[in-house]
């Protein structure tokens, strides 16, 4: 079962605009993560945002959480080609925190 | 800086056939997991291993087993491939912790066919 929706499930975009991806979720949640995978890669880990947690920085990434509503955002400001790639959120759910469950992601493409 | 290596990369099998994908950590991290992903999906656990001799199943166990042979080291097993097991296989680790509250870090996959 998908416990993480993203949307949209694809994005184009030019270089040096923001973009910016949903994932929503159905049930209470220790945590949420955002995570990269670039083709034929593996994921890479971006960001970790708590429950208790309302918006996080790291460099061009923004996440905002909102439990009322159990959706996650994740904003990429000045996008470059280099971001390219699939994005995936994680949820780690409050009392069964044995495992992360992964959405089944957004595929940016960022047009030179 | 290997972090966690996956070999094979790449292999195609027969129906029937049965192949063991290696995995291998070098950060000294507690927890191993295998995932599975499919074309348009998010990863699925198919087991995982909390610490060195522990094992236990993820959503998709079905057709596999795994060995935890030391801390560093975490192998899946398919016993008789089916078509349906055609996928990328991906390991991953995570330092100590409670599970799911520690980032993961992934190897480059293994992508396997099955004929």
């Known amino acids: 079962s998908q416990q993480g929706e993203e949307d949209p499930q694809a994005l184009s975009i030019q270089e040096g605009e923001n973009a910016t991806m949903n994932c929503s979720y159905k049930t209470s949640i220790n945590n949420l993560q955002w995570y990269r995978q670039n083709s034929g890669r593996g994921l890479v880990h971006l960001i970790l945002i708590r429950s208790n947690e309302r918006e996080k920085h790291s460099g061009r990434l923004r996440v905002t959480l909102d439990t009322s509503k159990k959706s996650s955002s994740l904003l990429i400001t000045a996008s470059r080609a280099a971001d390219t790639a699939s994005y995936f959120c994680?949820?780690?759910?409050?009392?069964?925190?044995?495992?992360?469950?992964f959405g089944s992601g957004t595929q940016l493409t960022v047009l030179p | 800086n290997a972090g966690v290596t996956q070999t094979p990369k790449f292999q195609v099998l027969k129906t029937g056939q049965s192949m063991t994908l290696q995995c291998a950590q070098d950060?000294?991290?507690?927890?191993m997991y295998w995932y599975r992903q499919d074309p348009g999906m998010g990863l699925r656990l198919i087991y995982y291993s909390a610490s060195e001799g522990t094992t236990d199943k993820g959503e998709v166990p079905n057709g596999y087993n795994v060995s935890r042979l030391n801390k560093r080291e975490f192998s899946l097993r398919l016993e008789s491939a089916a078509p349906s097991q055609t996928s990328v296989y991906f390991c991953a680790s995570s330092p100590a912790g409670q599970f799911g509250h520690q980032p993961q870090h992934f190897g480059d996959g293994t992508r396997l066919s099955i004929l």
């Open positions: 994680a949820t780690a759910v409050s009392g069964s925190a044995r495992q992360l469950t």
């Open positions: 950060m000294n991290h507690n927890s």
